[in-house]
C-alpha cells in the first residue's frame, strides 16, 4: 500500500506557464514533505521542503503547498521553463520519529515544458 | 562539490549470479541508503546504514544483503540474482539528523537475464 501517491505519471505545460504538481498522502504521522527532481541518466536532487507546522514554502520559481486537512501537497513552478523538464519525487517522512528515519518516496510525475 | 558515486552505470547479469554494488561517497556523511526505482513504484528503499557496521532494513530488503566496513563506502549484495532483480539501483548519502536531503549517485542499471 502506497503511503504517498502521485497519481498523475506525466504533465505537459507551455513555457512561461504554471505546472502543478500534485502528491497525496495517507500517514497522518508524516510531519515533513519533500520534492525531488530527476533528469535522465542522473540520480534525484533534493528541490524543495516543507515541515508539517507550515502550509506553504517558497524558493524563487518554486512553492510548495500543504493542505495537512487533505494529506495533500503540491509543487507549484510559475514561470515554466524546458529545462525544468524532469521527473519529479513526493517524498515524506515522519522526523519527529528521530535523525534516521528513511523517506518514503511517490512513483513519480514526468514534467514536460514545451517550447 | 559533493559527489556520490556508483560503480557501473549498467550492469548484466545471469539469474543465480551474486551481484555487488558498490558506492562511495565523499561527503563524510553518516548516512548511506540503497533504492531501487521501478516504474509506477517510484523509489523503494532495500536498506540504509546510520553508521560503520549497521545497517537497517527498509521496505523491500528481500534477496538482497548490505555491507558498510568503511564510512564512505556502502555495498548492495544480490546473493543469487532473479529476473525479478531487474532495476535501476540508487544509492544515497546524507548528513545524521538531515536525511530530508540525500545526496544521490547516477545510478546502476542491473538487467537480470
Known amino acids: 500500500d502506497q503511503q504517498v501517491k502521485q497519481n498523475s505519471p506525466s504533465l505537459s505545460v507551455q513555457e512561461g506557464r504554471i505546472s502543478i504538481l500534485n502528491c497525496d498522502y495517507t500517514?497522518?504521522?508524516?510531519?515533513?514533505f519533500l520534492w525531488y527532481k530527476k533528469y535522465p541518466a542522473e540520480g534525484p536532487t533534493f528541490l524543495i521542503s516543507?515541515?508539517?507546522?507550515?502550509d506553504k514554502n517558497e524558493d524563487g520559481r518554486f512553492t510548495v503547498f500543504l493542505n495537512k486537512s487533505a494529506k495533500h501537497l503540491s509543487l507549484h513552478i510559475v514561470p515554466s521553463q524546458p529545462g525544468d523538464s524532469a521527473v519529479y519525487f513526493c517524498?515524506?517522512?515522519?522526523?519527529?520519529?528521530?535523525?534516521?528515519?528513511?523517506?518514503?518516496f511517490g512513483s513519480g510525475t514526468q514534467l514536460t515544458v514545451l517550447p | 562539490d559533493v559527489k556520490v558515486t556508483q560503480s557501473s552505470r549498467y550492469l548484466v547479469k545471469r539469474t543465480g549470479e551474486k551481484v555487488f554494488l558498490e558506492c562511495v561517497q565523499d561527503?563524510?556523511?553518516?548516512?548511506m541508503f540503497w533504492y531501487r526505482q521501478d516504474p509506477g513504484l517510484g523509489l523503494r528503499l532495500i536498506y540504509f546504514?546510520?553508521?560503520?557496521?549497521?545497517?537497517e532494513k527498509g521496505d523491500i530488503p528481500e534477496g538482497y544483503s548490505v555491507s558498510r566496513e568503511k564510512k564512505e563506502r556502502f555495498s548492495l549484495i544480490l546473493e543469487s540474482a532473479s529476473t525479478n532483480q531487474t532495476s535501476m539501483y540508487l544509492c544515497?548519502?546524507?548528513?545524521?539528523?538531515?536525511?530530508?536531503?540525500?545526496?544521490f549517485g547516477p545510478g546502476t542499471r542491473l538487467t537480470v537475464t
Open positions: 517524498a515524506a517522512s515522519d522526523f519527529s520519529s528521530g535523525s534516521a528515519r528513511q523517506l518514503t
Open positions: 561527503m563524510d556523511h553518516e548516512n
Open positions: 544515497a548519502s546524507s548528513l545524521a539528523g538531515r536525511n530530508y536531503e540525500q545526496y
Open positions: 500517514n497522518s504521522m508524516f510531519d515533513y
Open positions: 546504514s546510520y553508521d560503520v557496521k549497521m545497517k
Open positions: 516543507i515541515s508539517s507546522i507550515k
